[in-house]
């Protein structure tokens, strides 16, 4: 059983369209790992890009948190700009769960869906019982605290794919801490505000950098990165 089986069964055997997984870490970026559906893939990615939404804040507090309609002002405030864009993506409710063992938290299950929808208290225990069951698996898997597995045998590609993924972007991020003279937190925002800005993927634009085809200037808006010709 892989990760991507987990969320696969949650969606069949919850009120839910779709299922996403992120693996996060304090000490590097959040990465998306494995997704069912063109929507949990979007959501991933937004609340990467963005940094924040429901899949931020239980990592944070290492609690679920639960989100029956994203139309609900408080919260549209509160995710002043993720709500409107998960709603434009399709989503209208998200749950999202932490994967935690004792002290360390690999990341978060968010499962979504496109009406109103509550889960009661069978259906939130189910939930958790796949994010625990998510959580094993990728312990299992060996994933580190920087994200990248630390050897033996891997079961699902996508965690393969994770640590490419992850890679590149801390790649990416430490190419513009020279280019642009700043520490690497910073780097990694000017990163993802140009990713944001242009509605392109961080994994996409980070590949860009490394493969040089764009370049960011220290006098550029925050934004604004130079395609390379």
Not at 143 to 164: K, N, Q, R, Y
Not at 166 to 185: F, N, W
Request: aromatic share 4%.
């Amino acid at each position: 059983m892989s990760v991507v089986d987990v969320c696969t069964a949650a969606v069949a055997a919850l009120p839910v369209g779709g299922a996403g997984l992120s693996a996060m870490s304090k000490a590097a970026p959040s990465h998306p790992l494995c997704s069912t559906d063109d929507i949990s893939e979007q959501l991933e990615e937004l609340q990467l890009t963005l940094g924040e939404g429901p899949c931020v804040d239980a990592f944070v507090r290492g609690s679920a948190v639960l989100t029956p309609d994203l139309r609900i002002t408080e919260l549209q405030d509160h995710w002043a700009v993720f709500a409107d864009a998960a709603l434009e993506a399709g989503a209208r409710a998200v749950f999202s769960l932490p994967l935690q063992k004792g002290a360390i938290s690999p990341g978060v299950l968010d499962l979504y869906a496109n009406i109103p929808t509550v889960l009661d208290t069978e259906e939130l225990a189910d939930a958790l019982a796949f994010a625990d069951l998510a959580t094993l698996l990728l312990l299992d898997t060996r994933i580190d605290e920087t994200g990248a597995p630390t050897g033996g045998p891997v079961p699902d590609h996508s965690i393969e794919d994770l640590g490419a993924h992850r890679a590149e972007i801390d790649q990416a991020s430490g190419m513009l801490t020279a280019q642009l003279g700043v520490g690497i937190e910073e780097a990694f925002v000017r990163l993802r505000a140009h990713a944001y800005a242009r509605g392109r993927r961080l994994a996409d634009v980070a590949a860009d950098v490394v493969a040089r085809r764009l370049r960011f200037s220290p006098d550029a808006e925050p934004d604004q990165g130079k395609e390379e010709t």
